[in-house]
């Protein structure tokens, strides 16, 4: 059982060492911009060591490229990919928020409000209620954007810079947040 141990954390670490090497090809492919040669290596990646956070990384790096580069349906592939695949939730997570921003460009709100759904890392759970309500506002269905994100303001701390977004979001929709309408009120 010890040799059987051994060798299994060996393998481990070799695969994450061919993972981190073939990482750093597709980082310098990014950092490039060369979508294409980032693609390529990504499916390679992908392919071998689609268990590690390597290829989940690769896939959020590459999806990035992509869509900067105008390729909206490969960025969505990459991104369903490892919102399916990777091995950690809060990588799931950011890439189901992202899924969800293409998705909300698009106008397929369903889909977006699906990937937002499946979101169940609570550390994320206040941008997916923000997202949220940016779906619902785009849908004119503006009551209920109120509520996401009036849940999205409860459940950022008070220090989150993105929390004055989301200020500015309830305001715009004519509902002052708690805080904000207190302090208003104190004045």
Do not use: C
Request: proline letters at 2%; charged letters at 25%; a neutral charge.
């Amino acid at each position: 059982a010890y040799g059987a141990w051994n060798g299994w954390q060996w393998y481990q670490r070799d695969q994450g060492q061919k993972a981190a090497a073939m990482f750093d090809e597709l980082d310098r492919a990014v950092s490039t911009g060369d979508a294409e040669r980032a693609a390529r290596v990504f499916g390679d990646l992908r392919s071998r060591y689609a268990g590690t956070a390597w290829a989940a990384q690769g896939g959020l790096a590459t999806a990035k490229l992509q869509f900067e580069k105008g390729q909206a349906d490969s960025a969505r592939t990459s991104l369903a990919w490892v919102a399916e695949q990777a091995g950690q939730d809060e990588l799931r997570a950011i890439a189901r928020l992202r899924l969800s921003a293409l998705d909300l460009e698009a106008k397929k709100y369903a889909e977006a409000l699906a990937h937002l759904d499946a979101i169940k890392v609570e550390a994320f759970q206040a941008l997916a209620a923000d997202r949220r309500g940016d779906v619902l506002a785009a849908q004119g269905k503006l009551p209920e954007a109120k509520a996401a994100y009036q849940s999205a303001y409860a459940a950022m701390g008070d220090k989150a810079d993105f929390r004055r977004i989301v200020e500015a979001k309830l305001t715009a929709l004519g509902a002052a947040p708690p805080a904000a309408a207190a302090s208003e009120a104190a004045k």
